[in-house]
C-alpha cells in the first residue's frame, strides 16, 4: 500500500508589517505499486502515433518499432488501444466500431496489436485535435478504466487553428494524462507544450528515429509504475488570506495556481495526477494580514490526498518579530527553487526571442539563464546551454550568441527548460 510523507521548508520569520509567506512542501511516496493492480481501479493506455505523410519511410518503420516496444511494456490486464493519426484520427487497434474501445492486455491482443501496428503507413495531413478528442472518446468507452495515460507522437507542425487545438486540449484536462514526443526538428516545441502541460505530462525531443524504440519503451515503464492512479494537492489558508501561487518545482516547473478548483471558501485542491515512488516538490506562497510582534498564525495546511482521504501533511507557518536575524533569513529550498522558476521562463523567453531575430533581447534573456544555472547548481540546463550560446561569464551571465546552432540542440534545451534539480538536504 502507498505511503506518502510531507516536510516543510521555511522561514516562519516576518518582520513588521510583514505578510507574504513562501514554503516548499516536499512530498514522498513509498510503496505505490503497478498501475491498475491495486484497489483503486483499472488502468488504460493509449498510443498515439503520428502517421502523416511527413513521417515518410524512415521514421514511420521505427514509429512501427516504437509502438511495439511499448505495447511490450504494458503490464498485462491493463486496458489498451492505439491510434493512428494524420489529418484525422483513426482506432488501429482494437478493431471494434461500437461499443468499448480499448481491451484488456495479454498474450492474444498483445500480438494482435502488434500485427495491427505493423501495417500502419503514413500519408495526410495533421489534425492533433482529431487523435485527442478520439482519445477521450475511447478511455469514456471504458468506465472502469480510472488511470488514464496516453503516449503521443508527433513529427511536425499541426494543420488546425490554434484555438481547435486549444479546445480539444481543454476537453481531454482531467480526463487523461498524455506524455508528448517529438521525432526530428520539424515540430513546434510551443505547440506540443500547450497539450502536455495541461494534460500533466512531460514533453521532449527525439533527435534521431533511431532513438525512439528505447524512449517509447523507457516511458510506458515509467507509466505502468504509477500504481497511485491520482491525487490532489489540498491547501488550506485562513479567513482573510489569499493564495499567491502554488507551483510544482521538482521534477519540473509546473504552475497549477490556475487549475484550483474549489473544496470550500478556504481550501483548493491542485491536481497532480498519478503517482509512482517518488518525490514531489511545491512552492506555495500566502498572503496574510500583518500581525503584531510576538504573534503567530497558520499560513497554510497543505495535503496530498488520495481517494478523498488525506495521504501526508504539512504545516506552513507565520511568526512576526522584531530580531532582523531571524528575518532576514532567506530560506535555501525557497531560494534555490525560486531561481528554478525564473531559469524556465527566461530560456523560453530567450529562445522565443531568438526565433523573431531580437538577438538583444535573447543574449539578455539567455545570459540570465547562464548566471541562474549556475547559482542553482543546474549543470544540466548549462551544459544545453553551452550549445546555444558562447559563454564568457557565468557569474555575470554574460553570454553571445552563437552563429550556428544545432536546430536539435535548441529544442533540447527549450523542452528540458522546465526540469528542475533538488537542494542536497
Known sequence: MAEFAAAVYQNEFLPVGGTDVSAIVSVTCTGAGTAGQGSGGDAGEIIVIDTSGSMGTTAMDAARRAAQAALGQIVDGTYFAVVSGNGAAFLAYPHVQSGPGMVRMDARTRAEAGRAVAA???????AMATWLDLTGVLFRSV???????????????????THVLDAAVRRAEGLFQCDCRGVGVDWKVSEVRRIAQPLLGTIGIIPTPEAMEAEFAAMMQASMSRGVPDAQLRVWAPLGAQVLF????????EDLTARRTSVNDLTGDYPTGAWADESRDYHVSVRLAAKDIGQEQLAARVQLVVGGQAAAQGLVKATWSDD????????????????QAELAEVIQEGLAAKAVGDEETATTKLGRAVQLAAETGNEEATSRLRKVV????????????????????????????TKTTRVRR
Request: glycine share 8%.
Open 324 to 339: 532582523h536575524s531571524l528575518t532576514a533569513r532567506i530560506d535555501q529550498q525557497v531560494a534555490h527553487y525560486t531561481g
Open 390 to 417: 558562447d559563454i564568457d561569464d557565468e557569474e555575470t551571465g554574460t553570454v553571445r550568441l552563437k552563429r550556428s546552432v544545432d536546430k536539435a540542440a535548441e529544442m533540447e534545451l527549450d523542452t528540458a527548460s
Open 120 to 126: 500502419l503507413t503514413s500519408g495526410g495531413g495533421t
Open 246 to 253: 502554488v507551483r510544482q518545482v521538482s521534477p519540473t516547473v
Open 143 to 161: 468506465p472502469e478504466v480510472v488511470q488514464r495515460h496516453a503516449i503521443l507522437l508527433t513529427d511536425g507542425a499541426n494543420n488546425e487553428a
